[in-house]
């Protein structure tokens, strides 16, 4: 099929955009968050302690800074990549197809590895795949979707992830830290992966400018900023979700540590389904810095009370009440990277806007156990409630930073 000039805007692209097709084009957002959901929310931490024994916490710390390491390098590499080739009328599909054939082979190494040295090796080969796709994935909606339709096409992104998300913890919960599950979670990853590619090919394109450079302005820095501070606070609640648990389960309980965070991370995406659906009209309507603000604020109540409860009871309805909070948070941010960053260069300013993604994987670990070691709780019972509380107070700076962002930048 022969792709128009991306500097160009003809009747066709246009109207072949307005009818584009959000469920089919976020499809492989799904199969990644299905993916991170069981990795990152359960079988990452679930290893760690079969691997690490004592040291648990310590290995997963090493292991999941690593490979945040490896995804920033690759998605700054990738970036520029993608956007030259976006500008000559490219798609980006072979990213989106490299990225998840090669994910889907770590993901067995992953669960297969008998040692901490191949489980970290598949870990970092596993992100660095991941984020060769996900870098230029996440231009996708500015690059077909019309501005008009930015805040419902980003609802559906960000019900993706929770759905995605949730789905990963349920594969985790039922089949555990297995080959069978790394096997599943790969066949979502590709097949997810075949139906946008297939879908993407008969879409038009939105245009380019003809020239767009990628400029730091101070929206920009505050938006990464805000983001990151947020990001930060979010991985250290996953992080340290399944230690929690673990501590708080009295003896004999009906399930173990897996299947009861398991079962809570699940409850989490699935509400933050919720919470994206509530956001996707207001986003497109209203100043996304209050969508922002309301959306870290229940996140971070709810943090809060998980931090300060001893009682099982209350886990499940703060866990409600932080994927809400969450699912209407990353519908807002979705949208506020759509609309401000510059669509010339929209892989290689995501890329940058990414690192407030992949650099909190990085920071969250080593802040939290840098502050566990000072205060003496890091192999303690206390240590995830204390890294809680933590993870309040960072959600919190992150959601009041973004009005920093002068209204004029939010174009409403």
Not at 36 to 64: E, F, K, N, P, T
Not at 357 to 378: K, M, N
């Given at each position: 099929?022969?792709?128009?000039?991306m500097?160009?805007?003809t009747?066709?692209?246009?109207?072949?955009?307005r009818?584009?097709?959000?469920?089919?084009?976020?499809?492989?957002w799904f199969?990644i968050?299905?993916?991170w959901?069981a990795?990152?929310?359960?079988?990452?931490?679930?290893r760690?302690?079969q691997l690490?024994?004592?040291?648990a916490?310590?290995?997963?710390g090493?292991?999941?800074?690593?490979?945040?390491?490896?995804?920033?390098?690759?998605?700054?590499v990738?970036?520029p990549?993608s956007?030259?080739?976006?500008?000559g009328?490219?798609?980006?599909?072979t990213?989106?197809?490299?990225?998840?054939?090669v994910a889907?082979?770590?993901?067995?190494a992953?669960y297969?590895a008998?040692?901490?040295?191949t489980?970290?090796?598949?870990?970092?080969?596993?992100?660095?795949?991941?984020?060769c796709a996900?870098g230029?994935y996440?231009?996708?909606l500015?690059?077909a979707?019309?501005?008009?339709?930015i805040?419902v096409a980003?609802?559906?992104m960000a019900?993706?992830?929770?759905?995605?998300n949730a789905a990963?913890?349920?594969l985790?919960t039922l089949?555990?830290n297995?080959?069978?599950?790394?096997?599943?979670?790969a066949a979502?990853?590709?097949?997810?992966?075949?139906v946008?590619?297939?879908?993407?090919?008969?879409?038009?394109l939105q245009?380019?400018?003809?020239?767009?450079?990628?400029?730091?302005?101070?929206?920009?820095?505050?938006?990464?900023?805000?983001?990151?501070?947020?990001?930060v606070?979010?991985?250290?609640?996953l992080?340290?979700?399944?230690?929690?648990?673990?501590n708080?389960?009295?003896?004999h309980?009906?399930?173990?540590?897996?299947?009861?965070s398991?079962?809570c991370?699940?409850?989490?995406?699935?509400?933050?389904?919720?919470?994206?659906?509530?956001?996707?009209?207001?986003?497109?309507?209203?100043?996304e810095?209050?969508v922002?603000?309301i959306?870290?604020?229940?996140?971070a109540?709810?943090?809060?009370v998980l931090?300060?409860?001893?009682?099982?009871?209350?886990?499940?309805?703060?866990?409600?009440?932080?994927?809400i909070?969450?699912g209407?948070?990353?519908?807002?941010?979705?949208?506020f990277?759509?609309?401000?960053?510059p669509?010339?260069?929209l892989a290689?300013?995501?890329?940058i806007?990414?690192?407030?993604v992949?650099?909190?994987?990085?920071i969250?670990p080593?802040?939290?156990?840098f502050?566990?070691?000072?205060?003496?709780?890091?192999?303690?019972?206390?240590?995830p409630?204390?890294a809680?509380?933590?993870?309040c107070a960072?959600?919190l700076?992150?959601?009041?930073w973004?009005?920093r962002?002068?209204r004029?930048?939010?174009?409403k």
């Amino acid at each position: 099929m022969r792709t128009l000039p991306m500097n160009i805007a003809t009747p066709s692209t246009t109207s072949s955009a307005r009818a584009v097709n959000p469920a089919l084009l976020t499809a492989l957002w799904f199969g990644i968050q299905l993916a991170w959901g069981a990795v990152l929310g359960i079988s990452l931490q679930a290893r760690s302690l079969q691997l690490g024994g004592a040291s648990a916490l310590a290995l997963y710390g090493g292991v999941s800074t690593a490979g945040a390491i490896a995804a920033a390098i690759v998605q700054l590499v990738v970036g520029p990549f993608s956007d030259r080739r976006r500008r000559g009328g490219d798609k980006r599909i072979t990213f989106y197809a490299l990225g998840a054939v090669v994910a889907a082979a770590a993901l067995i190494a992953f669960y297969a590895a008998p040692t901490a040295l191949t489980f970290a090796l598949a870990f970092i080969v596993l992100q660095a795949a991941m984020n060769c796709a996900i870098g230029p994935y996440q231009a996708i909606l500015p690059d077909a979707v019309p501005a008009s339709r930015i805040g419902v096409a980003s609802g559906w992104m960000a019900a993706m992830q929770s759905a995605g998300n949730a789905a990963g913890a349920i594969l985790a919960t039922l089949l555990g830290n297995t080959v069978p599950l790394a096997v599943t979670i790969a066949a979502v990853l590709l097949a997810s992966c075949a139906v946008t590619v297939a879908y993407l090919r008969r879409v038009a394109l939105q245009p380019l400018p003809a020239h767009d450079p990628l400029r730091v302005t101070r929206p920009l820095v505050d938006l990464f900023i805000s983001r990151a501070f947020v990001y930060v606070g979010f991985y250290t609640l996953l992080g340290y979700f399944f230690f929690y648990v673990k501590n708080a389960l009295p003896p004999h309980f009906a399930f173990d540590a897996t299947t009861a965070s398991g079962i809570c991370v699940l409850l989490f995406t699935l509400v933050g389904a919720v919470g994206a659906s509530i956001a996707a009209k207001p986003a497109d309507r209203i100043d996304e810095r209050i969508v922002v603000t309301i959306g870290g604020g229940i996140l971070a109540f709810s943090v809060a009370v998980l931090a300060l409860v001893h009682g099982l009871g209350a886990v499940p309805v703060a866990i409600a009440f932080a994927g809400i909070g969450w699912g209407i948070f990353l519908c807002a941010d979705w949208a506020f990277a759509c609309r401000l960053l510059p669509p010339g260069a929209l892989a290689t300013t995501m890329a940058i806007w990414n690192v407030a993604v992949v650099g909190p994987q990085i920071i969250a670990p080593a802040l939290t156990t840098f502050v566990l070691v000072r205060v003496g709780t890091l192999t303690s019972a206390v240590g995830p409630r204390g890294a809680f509380g933590l993870a309040c107070a960072e959600v919190l700076l992150g959601s009041l930073w973004i009005w920093r962002l002068p209204r004029q930048a939010i174009g409403k």
